[in-house]
């Protein structure tokens, strides 16, 4: 039977509850444990898909085709095992699903309560493919105090006593702030986000501290005492230069061991060289290359997150280190290109939803199409290129999507037959793996090596296949295609240094131990790039 681990936060969000429970995912994976992690979000929401980026971030999606909560996307990063939709469980999926058993007459006529109705739909969630596993990891959302986390937070108490206790054990990740003005770390944080956890009835295990400092023996032993947990479990999750280094840090301080030893399980060797290297190859780059990326939500960080880690991760099997210009794409609807985009070596324009913007990703497109900069468009990324060709090489004036002109005379991207009349926005998109056929000798046969791949989707429209003559006769390529259903995948230009577009989001498949191929190519045509413009300009 498989052993559970709750990793919850208290004080304030933010603290990194995901990258914690991502790297000891990865120390017992290392370790030849099977191990699956969970998060579960107490938002009435069933799922983030239909919530707004700047709200809440990028939707991040399974192979199954669940819009699930960003820190799957850190899961799926570090550790071997992929997520699925039953890995993102939120508040809304839980009552919706009691409502609906109760509307049947599964309770018997019973009174439905929070207890033990709601708790117990929970823990049949939490134990959900838990005998495929060693180990499961279940985060739980939000902050130890708000009272959407309540019901969660009883489950996972009560769990303790369905189980044995070396079945169960709580981490808790919590702040202990530096004061500038009395030079202090203080632990207050720390002791009052553990009473209210205990209040609740959970006495946590394991102390995750975040820290800008290292904590000292004697900070050590205060939170220890306060908190009453062993000073070897206070763990100090010190700020770390990159994610992908909080690994080896959380391993130099000891939480694998201590926590396979409080689980009862042994120890096993293990082997740290492949993060060792990462990390090596992060702080030790041989050269830079920055890539202009044109996005609608560029004020938030966490809207493009996976594509931000792709990028990195492209760096990392190019031994380059990857500056990131965030461009918004309304600005480039009113200011010349030139401005922008004459300090990138590449361009890349994103997916996205929705007319705001739109005109400045064409406009971006249509500047690395003639300047022959680099250029890589995901989803809506792709339509914008397939738009912009229409409009200016094969001179269909007025050609557009549908999602933004109905009345557009060449829609060469269009709503699936499918699509036309659905009425609910959430989960009804093209979601989840697809197969794409790939052509030989295309740039996408080059980068990924083999004529079939799957590759992960998220959107209502398609290339229109009514326009694919004229746009293959003009000089577009037509290099993926999904077989089973007549859709055009990934359009590229032959003529151009390296220009591609894809329908699907290869972001959502990459991981530093195993860079995407199409980020590794990409970000190598933006060196050779920068490169060959540096002999151009050394030679005037």
């Not at 938002?43 to 991040?60: A, C, I, K, R």
């Not at 400092?213 to 070897?232: G, H, M």
Request: proline share 4%; with cysteine.
């Amino acid at each position: 039977m498989a052993k559970f681990i709750f990793v919850t936060g208290g004080v304030l969000s933010s603290l990194g509850k995901g990258i914690t429970a991502a790297s000891l995912g990865t120390l017992l994976e290392l370790r030849g444990y099977k191990v699956i992690i969970k998060k579960f979000d107490p938002y009435l929401n069933v799922d983030p898909g239909t919530m707004s980026p700047f709200q809440h971030g990028e939707v991040y999606v399974t192979e199954d085709g669940a819009e699930t909560d960003l820190d799957l996307g850190h899961y799926e990063r570090f550790l071997t095992s992929y997520t699925n939709r039953d890995c993102n469980i939120t508040t809304g999926k839980i009552y919706n699903h009691v409502i609906e058993k109760e509307r049947k007459g599964d309770y018997l006529g019973a009174t439905v309560q929070v207890i033990p109705h709601i708790t117990d739909e929970i823990k049949n969630n939490i134990r959900k493919l838990s005998d495929q596993y060693d180990i499961v990891i279940v985060e739980i959302g939000g902050t130890v105090g708000d009272i959407e986390s309540l019901p969660f937070l009883e489950s996972i108490r009560q769990i303790k006593f369905d189980l044995n206790e070396s079945d169960v054990l709580y981490i808790h990740v919590t702040l202990v702030p530096y004061i500038k003005s009395a030079g202090e770390l203080k632990t207050k944080p720390t002791q009052h986000s553990v009473r209210d956890l205990r209040e609740i009835g959970i006495q946590p295990d394991i102390l995750v501290c975040r820290s800008e400092y290292p904590l000292n023996d004697s900070i050590r032993k205060k939170i220890a005492l306060f908190c009453n947990v062993s000073k070897d479990s206070v763990i100090n999750a010190i700020d770390a230069s990159s994610i992908y280094q909080v690994p080896l840090l959380m391993n130099n301080e000891g939480i694998d061991r201590i926590v396979l030893n409080k689980l009862k399980l042994p120890e096993r060797g293990y082997s740290l060289e492949k993060w060792e290297d990462i990390v090596f190859r992060l702080n030790n780059p041989e050269d830079t290359v920055t890539i202009g990326v044109v996005g609608k939500y560029v004020d938030l960080k966490d809207a493009y997150i996976s594509l931000n880690e792709a990028l990195i991760h492209g760096g990392i099997k190019n031994r380059l280190k990857v500056n990131i210009k965030w461009i918004d794409a309304e600005d480039l609807e009113k200011i010349p290109s030139d401005k922008f985009f004459e300090d990138v070596d590449g361009i890349l324009v994103p997916g996205g939803f929705g007319d705001r913007g739109i005109e400045g990703k064409i406009n971006a497109v249509n500047y690395a199409r003639v300047k022959d900069i680099p250029f890589f468009g995901i989803c809506l990324g792709m339509q914008c290129a397939v738009i912009e060709f229409a409009r200016n090489v094969l001179k269909y004036d007025g050609a557009n999507s549908v999602e933004f002109n109905q009345k557009t005379p060449y829609p060469v991207i269009d709503y699936m037959n499918e699509q036309k009349n659905i009425k609910k926005l959430g989960g009804t998109m093209r979601l989840g793996a697809y197969k794409c056929s790939i052509k030989e000798d295309t740039l996408a046969y080059k980068s990924y090596g083999t004529t079939e791949i799957m590759e992960r989707h998220r959107h209502r429209l398609e290339f229109n296949n009514k326009y694919t003559e004229d746009i293959v006769k003009a000089g577009m390529t037509i290099s993926g295609f999904n077989v089973e259903r007549g859709l055009v995948e990934i359009v590229e230009i032959k003529s151009h240094r390296w220009f591609l577009g894809c329908q699907f989001h290869p972001e959502f498949k990459s991981k530093p131990t195993a860079p995407h191929p199409l980020f590794s190519s990409f970000i190598l045509a933006s060196y050779k790039n920068k490169k060959d413009s540096n002999e151009k300009g050394s030679q005037l």
